[in-house]
């Protein structure tokens, strides 16, 4: 069965630093990957989409990559800011489809 | 900036009452979906709507649930006789296209607790 795979374990960064999160699926071939941001007791936001032939994405200082090979999409912060501490899913999704299927998350903890 | 708009933010109902949670998604979207969130779980799919119609389900979604969309601009969630584990966080999303450079945009979310 398909499989989404996020670090469980929060990340815990200094501000001003990168945070690097990662989501790997299994069993499926999405054709794009969409990240969100979820706050404690708020609905996902969505933040980007990536598709599969697009290997990087920025918008600000956030940046995606998606990597068909290895299954694997990485969620890069720069500079982060104690603002950006949330929880970030992930949400590979194959084309055709329209039904976001969520990782579990990983929770992003910036300290000042 | 649209939103999606979720009514009641909080319901408490006995078990085996029906609930109705309300949803108004963005007026231009198309897709609607329904969505769930046990305390300190991941987001669930529960169902999606197209076209007047129910596009796809999960296995969550049995026969005590049901989606309508009475009228142009409501999206209902109908839950017939609560139980105590559908006491969650549910989440209503619109979005435009399928899939969308937009993402799905969320609601604030129902937290329903079932006594």
């Known amino acids: 069965s398909q499989k989404i795979e996020q670090n469980s374990e929060a990340l815990n960064i200094q501000e001003g630093k990168t945070a690097t999160l990662t989501c790997n699926y299994t069993?499926?071939?999405?054709?794009?990957l969409q990240w969100y941001r979820q706050d404690p007791g708020r609905g996902p936001v969505f933040l980007l989409l990536?598709?599969?032939?697009?290997k990087e994405k920025r918008k600000e200082r956030l940046k995606v990559t998606f990597d068909t090979t290895l299954k694997q999409s990485l969620f890069h912060i720069t500079a982060s800011q104690p603002a950006d501490s949330a929880t970030y899913l992930c949400?590979?999704?194959?084309?055709?489809?329209?039904?976001?299927?969520f990782g579990a998350g990983t929770r992003l903890a910036v300290h000042p | 900036e649209p939103e999606v708009t979720q009514t009641p933010s909080h319901q408490v109902t006995q078990m085996g009452q029906e609930v109705i949670l309300r949803c108004v998604p963005i007026?231009?979207?198309?897709?609607f979906y329904w969505y769930r969130q046990i305390l300190g779980q991941k987001v669930e799919f529960l169902v999606s709507?197209?076209?007047?119609?129910?596009?796809?389900k999960s296995e969550i979604f049995d026969d005590q649930f049901s989606v309508e969309r009475p009228d142009g601009s409501n999206f209902t969630l109908k839950i017939r006789s609560t139980k105590l584990e559908d006491s969650a966080m549910y989440f209503c999303?619109?979005?435009?296209?399928?899939?969308?450079?937009?993402?799905?945009?969320f609601g604030s979310g129902t937290r329903l607790t079932v006594v």
């Open positions: 999303a619109s979005s435009e296209k399928k899939p969308s450079n937009y993402g799905y945009t």
């Open positions: 069993n499926y071939s999405p054709a794009y």
């Open positions: 990536i598709r599969e032939n697009e």
């Open positions: 007026s231009n979207h198309l897709y």
């Open positions: 949400a590979p999704l194959s084309g055709g489809y329209n039904k976001l299927i």
């Open positions: 709507f197209y076209n007047n119609e129910i596009s796809e």
